[in-house]
């Protein structure tokens, strides 16, 4: 939602404060521009990047315009998800689990926990520094470096779709001058003629560069913010389980290893100790 304001009123205050001055929006509208500043960019996203990268920058305009899930109400789920693992660990001990991890479709404590399923990789995430655990002869400092070699590789890739974005943002501008330096040559072959030609083709060159620098600073560059700040909730979201499972795998108690995983969330989405202790106590329907 806020992506759909965002761009209304860059939009919108542009056309305004233009048309306030006296201009007409129609001229503005100049097809060839976007055609040489839209496809020499995507070009050169093309060029810049592995097939898989370019994909997912237009997989990510979906992302757009989709509410993050990384809300209060998703960790709840998580941390009565993970308190659910821990008790029953720590009833039944680590083989106790084997089961559920096995089949996590069928399992009883998973199965109730639909929404984190939806967070793509989250339960084969949980899954399987379950079964890592369960092996056994695993230091803990050992356990928490694989973690944070998984987390890292984690964050380096959610960031490349991002930092893509970025790059073409910041490209904008120069294939807006490139598109205006084309009109300027078109325009110069009409040197002699009627003033109005040529003042049209004055206006159609500098309109890219206006598109340009538009698009760059007005759309894409926050897009691709917005894109980060996604990667950087997830990344949060993965951080609560890997310090949740640390907490219960160092024989922390299964509400303490819970608490351990709450503290590190972000204060805008965090839990209260009650809410997380209301929600942990209720019984299935």
């Given at each position: 939602m806020n992506t759909i304001i965002g761009l209304v009123m860059v939009l919108g205050a542009c056309a305004l404060g233009f048309t306030l001055s006296g201009g007409k929006l129609l001229a503005l509208w100049q097809p060839n521009e976007l055609i040489i500043i839209g496809g020499a960019a995507f070009g050169?996203?093309?060029?810049?990047n592995p097939i898989a990268i370019s994909i997912g920058v237009l997989k990510g305009f979906g992302q757009l315009f989709t509410a993050s899930p990384f809300?209060?109400?998703?960790?709840?789920?998580?941390?009565?998800?993970?308190?659910?693992?821990f008790n029953k660990i720590r009833r039944e001990g680590l083989?106790?689990?084997?089961?559920?991890?096995?089949?996590?479709?069928?399992?009883?404590?998973f199965s109730k926990y639909p929404t984190i399923e939806k967070i793509h990789g989250s339960m084969d995430f949980i899954i399987d520094y379950l079964r890592v655990m369960t092996l056994g002869g695993v230091a803990s400092h050992d356990l928490d470096a694989l973690f944070?070699?998984?987390?890292?590789?984690?964050?380096?890739?959610?960031?490349?779709v991002p930092a893509s974005l970025g790059n073409l943002s910041d490209g904008l501008p120069g294939f807006g001058i490139v598109a205006a330096v084309m009109g300027v040559v078109i325009t110069m072959s009409h040197i002699g003629g009627d003033p109005a030609v040529l003042g049209h083709h004055v206006g159609a060159a500098l309109v890219g560069t206006f598109l340009g620098i538009l698009?760059?600073?007005g759309i894409f560059g926050p897009?691709?913010?917005?894109?980060?700040?996604?990667?950087?909730?997830e990344a949060k979201f993965y951080e609560c389980i890997k310090v949740s499972m640390m907490a219960s795998f160092n024989g922390a108690p299964p509400q303490l290893a819970v608490e351990f995983g709450?503290?590190?969330?972000?204060?805008?989405?965090?839990?209260?100790?009650?809410e997380v202790e209301e929600r942990v106590k209720q019984k299935p329907a």
């Open positions: 050169a996203l093309v060029m810049s809300k209060k109400v998703l960790y709840l789920e998580l941390l009565a998800l993970m308190y659910e693992i083989l106790g689990i084997e089961k559920d991890i096995d089949a996590p479709a069928e399992s009883p404590i944070d070699a998984e987390l890292e590789t984690h964050h380096t890739e959610s960031h490349l698009m760059s600073y897009m691709s913010k917005y894109l980060e700040h996604k990667a950087r909730e709450r503290k590190v969330l972000y204060h805008s989405v965090r839990p209260t100790w009650t």
